[in-house]
Each structure stands twice: as C-alpha cells, then as structure tokens.
C-alpha cells in the first residue's frame, strides 16, 4: 500500500474482531515505531505490548475514553521519559505513534491512540521503573467493520488545506 | 511505495541540491500532515510553507541545528498551541511531522525535523498570532546524495527490537 494511500485512507478504529494479531504482524507494528525518527536520535522510548486481556481491561479503567481497550486484541503502551522535560519528548512519541498505526493499517490492522488519565495506576499495573512515564497507549485490532479499511474518508473530517497553511509568512 | 518499505528505508536529510519541489509536490507533503489524527480530532494545527529563501536563512538563525534551513527547498513551519497546555499539543504536532517526512520520502524528497529555540522571533518573522506557538520545523528538499535515498539503512541507527520492546508488563 502506497504512504499517500495509506495516509489519505486510514481511519481511527475503536471496534474490533475477537480475532488475535498474529505475533509477526504485532512486532511489525513496534518495529515501525522503533525505526522512528527522534530528537537527537534519543529513541527515547520503550513498548509494552499488552495481550493479556487481564491487562487490556485494566488499562481500559484508566482513562475516559479508554474503554476500547477493553476489547482490543493488543495495545501497544508507549513509555517515555518525563513529558515536561522538553517537547521533543512527545513530539517523538506522537512520530513512532504514526508510524505504528500506519504501519497497522497497512497490515488490515485498525489502530487507535487512547489517553491514559491514570498514569500512577498505569505504572502500578505494569511495573516500569520511574524513569519511564505513560500518557498514550495505542488499540489494535481487526476492525469489527471491516468496510472501513476501504470506505472513502469521511467528508469533513479534517479542515480544507486552505484553512490550516500559510505561505512563506502568516495569512498569505 | 510501500509503508512499510518507505519506514524501513527513510533516513534523515540535511543537505539538499538548489532544485526547487514542484508546487503540487509540496502541497501534496502538507496535506499528509493535514489528514494526521489528532486528539478528539482537533487538527489544532496551521502551517507555513516558507519557499522564500530570506525566511529561510532567517529560520536558520533560529536554533542551534537550524543551519541546514538556509540551503533547503522549502520548510514546514508546524503551528501549534502552546506546547504546556497538555501534552497531546506536541503528540499531535509529531504524528503531522511524521505523515508529512514519509509522504515526502515517497515523493523523493528528503527531510529532517528542526527545532526552533528562539520562537520569539520566529514569531517575529513569520507574523502568526499569540495563540499558536512554534517549536518544530520541518526542511525539505532533493538530497544532495540522491544514493541516501535507496540506501541501506545504518547498521546501528537503532536501538534494537528487544531493548525498546516488554510483553504484558515491563521487563517481561
């Protein structure tokens, strides 16, 4: 699949399959968030894959909208040192984030980024060092839709291109 | 190109040829960041296309990495709100930048995010208003080593699969 087909034709997905991902597809995804690019090459990140349903439902308890998880057949948690270091921190975050989902969606593998609101509770569940830090987590599964790996997007899901570039200087 | 071909492949570029990027090319760049996900689908953020090549030097002024601008095609300028209102502001920011270097790196065109330390006068410079904020950039243009584009990629460019990855709970 094209980047630019890949790009223009994901979409979020928050339902899924009882289906399980297979391992090899399941680390492909993490591979593609490890090759990401980083402030400094930092790579400042680790991935805790989550398969257990024990976990998945406890990490779906931790934030208001992160109930998906509950029934995903992954979740990939993205830990990364403290976010109010400097930015780059989860502006690295946010590009192995992109990578992995489109790394999915490419796979047939509907992904979703989901807020951890609980981060205490997080890291009493999972056991990583303080060094490590959590705020979003992604869903992964198959779609329990299946016609949204190849619906159109959706109209007016995103703003015009005219609304959200400048050129060369602010408003021109 | 496929993702995760174009994944596995991208490398950061710095240096670039004086060969402008053909304005449909460049459009089409910043429309993969337009379609990122965002938090509750915000999209909070603008671009600015600079091509100017004053704006450019001048950019390049603006950090201590930031040299490489003066000799680049164009840059992204990535608006976004002010960074310490919650953390999803530079994930999201990051998740755009990260669209935007692949669908690039399909297109030919290389890239490397860059970072702003003197927003003020990029602020200055630019003319955007109080409520966005810049700390990222994004040059662009044909590499000078077209070989960086089919090359492979660094032994030891990253950290390897079993040290950024746990299962379940940390260190497992």
Request: hydrophobic residues 45%; glycine residues 6%; neutral net charge.
């Amino acid at each position: 699949m094209d980047v630019s087909q890949a790009i223009r034709m994901k979409r979020a997905v928050r339902e899924f399959t009882d289906d399980p991902i297979p391992e090899q597809l399941l680390t492909a995804v993490v591979n593609a968030g490890r090759r990401a690019q980083s402030a400094k090459n930092r790579q400042a990140w680790h991935f805790i894959i989550a398969q257990d349903r024990e976990v998945l439902v406890e990490l779906s308890q931790l934030g208001q909208f992160a109930k998906q998880l509950a029934g995903a057949a992954a979740a990939i948690v993205i830990l990364t040192p403290d976010p109010a270091e400097r930015w780059s921190i989860m502006f690295d975050a946010g590009q192995a984030a992109a990578y992995m989902q489109l790394a999915a969606w490419e796979l047939g593998i509907g992904s979703c980024p989901v807020s951890i609101y609980e981060p205490d509770r997080a890291r009493e569940l999972l056991g990583f060092p303080p060094k490590f830090h959590v705020r979003a987590v992604l869903s992964l599964g198959y779609p329990k839709d299946p016609s949204s790996l190849t619906a159109s997007p959706h109209a007016g899901g995103r703003k015009t291109l005219s609304e959200v570039i400048s050129y060369d200087r602010w408003g021109s």
